[in-house]
């Protein structure tokens, strides 16, 4: 049952672990949103560096949603589905999903002239997982929404859905006062703007984008804010200020290699506006060319056939304006029938799924049934058999509990009393200690020296929580013991204002090996409350800690006035303490299994050794 707990605790232990492990890398991933784009490949590059070793990076699905991230900022398309493809999620992933489920969407391009049905639903049913369980991240879903629902309205004109979800997005933003993520979301608001015609709203939230644009000073955003304007001119009836805007930006993207379709679009738009028909028939064919060539769906160039349709009558060429037309309702007839393509499939799923779901449950039904009677045959042998197993094994606890209860109560008593006799004595040499401690306290403070005062006070509560912490336990560490140790020395040399040095010679693991808490200490401060005092040289006081035969020999020499550990006209409460403790601890079973030595050092040396040696006690 102990093991059971230990392997729960540890599964526990492991899992609230990992889950905040991925917090962590979800939290990464969103400040990403604030990081200039030409900077985002070094800082995901020392985030893999610092966070993922190489062991955790084969089967650690936040690792390749993490490179992922890395490639697309690279943009290298081609290894992004590798990447998706190798992320295993678990159940209570469900940030790490979101994630997933967003790169997988942008991954796929599928922004088409209208938001596939299947997509949108799967889209709307993540979101309702991921506002379920209070997702950090839900806001890349609303923006993935606000994104679809835009491609609908540009088809219905309806932009509501839209700016709902575009305002959920920065409602949601963990970043949302930062400029970046604010001038993206003004940038949005003004194309929703433009679409809809509505020159009141632009103005607004082109007044809020274009001081954060221009503060960053990146050509992405200020290319869109170029585009932005021409639309306004174009709206405004200021036709040439937009050619030459547009002009501008196209060449701008051009020679960063960032021309698409739909800026195309925008010229081939500008162009007809300005009565150049030549030049809008021409990026009209341009747009659908690009379509093709980057291998986007045929229904993308809907709009783009609408524009050449439309420059073609008004130039008066109406043959290639009539086969314009035609690829336009072409396209809109297989756009419907893919919409109904879609809903159909929709329900085909959903009545098979039914229809396997009533079968399951009738197959189901029979072997219920089936192992009713079964189970029923076999209940009465089996409940004969369990009722007398349950007697023997009743008889044997009962007889087995009234053979160790006694000897159980004898051993519980035995060692709550030499629990309590070890920690009892443990306790009495903290007040030695802490009466020595505040005395050296109130004559810093006495001196007027503050700033001393309040360093020694500051160690002087490290020392007490480290003896707080260790005095809970029967046994600690060679390693705490050393630590606690050093805290006190280092206590002392700002009492004495570093009078004297102090040393640590092993070459044992000092995690390896076990032994009674403060056992040490006592000697030390003694060793320093009077082997160093009214000493006019630099005083040593050196630990050596060795393994002989099996025992654990502690040995503390100072070079002090030889006066002794301990002083000769006082009762030494210390050595008679920690004499009980060893014979408590190691000298239940057998005398002189452990022990210590006090002894000035042999003339002309001077000072005092100490040797305690108890038992080995292995970690």
């Known amino acids: 049952m102990r093991i059971l707990l230990i392997a729960l605790f540890s599964f526990c232990f492991s899992t609230a672990l990992a889950q905040k492990a991925d917090a962590e890398i979800v939290r990464f991933i969103m400040s990403l949103d604030t990081v200039k784009e030409n900077q985002q490949p ?31 900022a690279e943009k290298k398309k081609d290894s992004i589905a590798y990447a998706l493809n190798a992320v295993q999620l678990k159940d209570n992933q469900y940030e790490l999903a979101v994630l997933h489920f967003v790169e997988s969407l942008q991954a796929k391009n599928e922004y088409k002239s209208l938001a596939p049905h299947q997509t949108v639903k799967a889209l709307l049913q993540q979101t309702q997982i991921a506002e379920q369980h209070h997702c950090r991240n839900v806001y890349r879903l609303y923006d993935e929404l606000a994104k679809y629902a835009y491609l609908n309205a540009l088809s219905f004109g309806n932009y509501t859905e839209s700016k709902k979800y575009v305002q959920q997005y920065i409602d949601h933003h963990p970043y949302k006062q930062h400029p970046r993520v604010r001038q993206r979301y003004y940038d949005i608001c003004c ?70 379709p739909q800026l195309l679009l925008n010229m081939s738009r500008t162009f007809l506006q300005n009565k150049q028909y030549d030049s809008a028939i021409y990026y009209s064919r341009e747009a659908i060319a690009m379509n093709r060539a980057i291998g986007a769906d045929p229904a993308n160039s809907f709009n783009y056939y609408r524009a050449l349709n439309e420059a073609y009558k008004k130039k008066g060429d109406y043959r290639n304006a009539y086969y314009a037309l035609d690829t336009v309702l072409t396209l809109f007839a297989a756009r419907e029938k893919s919409i109904q393509a879609d809903k159909n499939n929709e329900l085909l799923t959903q009545f098979q799924t039914e229809k396997k779901d009533l079968q399951i449950k009738a197959l189901k039904m029979d072997n219920e049934l089936s192992e009713k009677r079964i189970s029923q045959q076999k209940f009465l042998i089996i409940a004969i058999v ?28 035995e060692n709550k009393q030499l629990l309590l006799e070890q920690q009892t004595r443990q306790l009495q040499l903290n007040p030695h200690f802490i009466y020595n401690a505040i005395a050296n306290l109130q004559g810093l403070i006495g001196d007027q020296q503050t700033e001393r005062a309040n360093s020694y006070l500051v160690a002087f509560s490290q020392f007490i929580r480290k003896q707080l912490e260790l005095n809970r336990e029967e046994t600690i560490t060679l ?12 206590l002392q040399q700002m009492r004495y204002e570093n009078r004297f040095t102090f040393h640590v010679k092993t070459d044992l693991d000092t995690e390896a090996y076990l032994l009674p808490p403060m056992l040490i200490q006592p000697f030390v401060e003694n060793a320093i409350e009077h082997g160093f005092k009214n000493i006019n040289y630099q005083g040593i006081l050196t630990l050596t800690i060795e393994e002989k035969d099996n025992k654990l020999h502690l040995i503390l020499i100072d070079n002090g006035n030889g006066k002794g550990v301990f002083n000769p006209h006082k009762k030494s409460l ?46």
Request: charged letters at 25%.
């Open 574 to 619: 210390s050595k008679l303490i920690t004499q009980e403790r060893l014979d408590l601890l190691f000298n239940t079973q057998q005398k002189g299994n452990a022990y210590f030595e006090a002894a000035p050092l042999s003339p002309p040396e001077m000072g005092y050794r100490v040797i305690i040696v108890i038992p080995v006690i292995p970690s």
């Open 386 to 413: 369990f009722f007398l197993g349950i007697i023997l094994v009743l008889f044997y606890l009962f007889y087995n509990r009234r053979l160790l209860k006694a000897k159980n109560k004898q051993l519980q008593a």
């Open 479 to 490: 390693q705490e013991e050393i630590e606690a140790i050093e805290i006190y020395v280092k």
């Open 42 to 72: 070094t800082t995901i590059k020392q985030f893999i560096a610092e966070t993922f070793s190489s062991q955790q990076r084969g089967n650690s699905p936040a690792y390749w949603l993490t490179k992922e991230r890395l490639l697309k």
């Open 191 to 260: 194309m929703i703007a433009l679409s809809e015609k509505n020159i009141n709203d632009f103005e607004k939230y082109y007044a809020l984008a274009a001081p954060l644009a221009k503060k960053m000073n990146e050509p992405e955003a200020l290319n869109r804010l170029r585009q932005f304007e021409a639309e306004y001119y174009k709206l405004t009836g200021k036709n040439a200020q937009s050619l030459a805007i547009m002009q501008q930006s196209f060449q701008v993207a051009k020679k960063r290699h960032n021309l698409s």
